[in-house]
């Protein structure tokens, strides 16, 4: 029995490697309807650039300032304010499908990169494409994190995040 244990160890040592070496070159490509949250791209661009996550104190001023700005634009747009979108909007702060640009902005600010490239949109939408060129997107925005925003003139149309060869947590 102790024999066969020897002979197993390596072999079982070497299935764990590379199953480990496996979980970090992972991709993820997803589509969704609801995409990032406002903290997780406020916290993602913390980081980048200051190399840390932020602080209590700063998370806590940050989400004062979103409270604030939140209710004025709802005070300043009655016409969301009663939509049934309202408590993701809100309350979830997470961009969704049929989100007005201005609704993004307010809570994810400028994007990393934006394009109006047809090619360029056509190439970031990768294997969802077909899809996607349905909605008649103008322009996609990136965002930390992989997320991609595709946009027609006025509203987020679809969403999507590509992540390639991260150490992604599921």
């Known amino acids: 029995m102790i024999q066969h244990?020897?002979?197993s160890a390596p072999l079982a040592a070497a299935l764990l490697v590379a199953l480990a070496a496996c979980a970090q070159i992972t991709t993820l490509e997803k589509r969704a309807i609801h995409?990032?949250?406002?903290?997780e791209i406020w916290t993602a661009m913390v980081m980048l650039t200051t190399g840390?996550?932020?602080s209590f104190e700063e998370k806590r001023q940050w989400e004062d300032q979103m409270d604030v700005r939140l209710s004025r634009y709802l005070a300043q747009n009655?016409?969301?304010?009663?939509?049934a979108d309202v408590q993701t909007f809100r309350f979830v702060r997470q961009v969704t499908?049929?989100?007005?640009?201005d609704q993004v902005l307010l809570l994810l600010g400028a994007p990393v990169l934006a394009t109006k490239?047809?090619?360029?949109?056509?190439?970031?939408?990768?294997?969802?494409?077909p899809l996607i060129k349905a909605n008649n997107p103008t322009e996609v925005w990136l965002y930390?994190?992989?997320?991609?925003?595709?946009?027609?003139?006025?509203?987020?149309?679809?969403?999507?995040?590509?992540?390639?060869?991260?150490?992604?947590?599921?």
């Open 78 to 83: 009655p016409q969301v304010a009663n939509s």
């Open 144 to 170: 930390p994190q992989g997320w991609r925003l595709h946009l027609n003139e006025s509203r987020v149309v679809d969403i999507t995040q590509y992540l390639e060869n991260q150490y992604l947590q599921r």
């Open 52 to 54: 840390h996550e932020p």
């Open 117 to 129: 490239d047809a090619a360029e949109i056509e190439k970031l939408a990768r294997g969802f494409w």
């Open 5 to 7: 244990v020897r002979r």
């Open 97 to 101: 499908v049929g989100m007005s640009k």
């Open 35 to 39: 995409g990032p949250t406002a903290e």
